[in-house]
């Protein structure tokens, strides 16, 4: 358990967010994918316009 807990420590706070969606909000794939597409800068703009 000590080791998981220094892993996580260590991962990027995009990847944490990963995590959080999947595991404790219970998000399927498609669904964080999503999410994180709207989250990028400049995405919304072009998703907007497709």
Do not use: C, S
């Amino acid at each position: 358990m000590q080791r998981l807990l220094i892993y996580l420590r260590d991962l990027p706070t995009d990847m944490l967010h990963v995590l959080q969606l999947r595991f404790f909000e219970d998000k399927d794939f498609k669904e964080i994918a999503f999410i994180r597409f709207l989250q990028e800068p400049g995405n919304r703009v072009n998703y907007a316009l497709e």
